[in-house]
Antibody
Framework: QVQLQQSGPGLVKPSETLSLTCAIS??????????WNWIRQSPSRGLEWLGR?????????DFAVSVKSRISINPDTSKNQFSLQLNSVTPEDTAVYYC???????????WGQGTLVTVSS | EIVLTQSPDFQSVTPKEKVTITCRAS??????LHWYQQKPDQSPKLLIK???QSFSGVPSRFSGSGSGTDFTLTINGLEAEDAATYYC?????????FGQGTKLEIK
């Protein structure tokens, strides 16, 4: 059974960096048939896809235009996990952040438990 | 970016009723449209993939149809546990986008 376990701080100061990790069990971050995504949810923006990483002979990443200049998503094969970093956060980045497995590069079939991240001084 | 518009935004329904939620895309997504259920304080859960394929373990009362720009999620014989918000999501092109959600309240 595939499980995704999120970790990271729930409070980040404005202008600092939001960092979250998603640990994978039951699958591999290097899988050739899955991508590993970050999505966030807030009352004002609804569900918003942020980006993904996946491996097909080499590592790839895709990002939403809205965060492209501030985001990085990195796999860690030694720990079988992937991470999200979002730089220069503002209160508008306050949201519940989810990691999710994208099976067959199409549907999100497994989700992490969600992490509420509040951006506040 | 493909915009997904769901209707209705909110529906109050009685148990055993048939419920229909629609999702309209601003451009064709083929069959690359999926439905999710989210209950309060929970992560979304996949119900339907590729517009009409039920995901493993999902009750048979949930079904999906449509292609191109118009899609439907149907719940036949609503149960109290189906109180949730339902979202469509497209995987036809990046950026992936979600509908705004349809909240079902059980009377």
């Amino acid at each position: 059974q595939v499980q995704l376990q999120q970790s990271g701080p729930g409070l980040v100061k404005p202008s600092e960096t939001l960092s979250l990790t998603c640990a994978i069990s039951g699958d591999s971050v290097s899988s050739n048939s899955a991508a590993w995504n970050w999505i966030r949810q807030s009352p004002s923006r609804g569900l918003e896809w942020l980006g993904r990483t996946y491996y097909t002979s080499k590592w790839h990443t895709d990002f939403a235009v809205s965060v492209k200049s501030r985001i990085s998503i990195n796999p860690d094969t030694s720990k079988n996990q992937f991470s999200l970093q979002l730089n220069s956060v503002t209160p508008e980045d306050t949201a519940v952040y989810y990691c999710a497995r994208e099976k067959e590069y199409n549907w999100f079939d497994r989700w992490g438990q969600g992490t509420l991240v509040t951006v506040s001084s | 970016e493909i915009v997904l518009t769901q209707s209705p935004d909110f529906q109050s329904v009685t148990p055993k009723e048939k419920v229909t939620i629609t999702c309209r895309a601003s451009q064709s997504t083929g069959s690359n449209l999926h439905w999710y259920q989210q209950k309060p304080d929970q992560s979304p859960k996949l119900l339907i993939k590729y517009a009409s394929q039920s995901f493993s373990g999902v009750p048979s009362r949930f079904s999906g149809s449509g292609s191109g720009t118009d899609f439907t999620l149907t719940i036949n014989g609503l149960e109290a546990e189906d109180a949730a918000t339902y979202y469509c999501r497209q995987s036809s092109s990046l950026p992936y986008t979600f509908g705004q959600g349809t909240k079902l309240e059980i009377k």
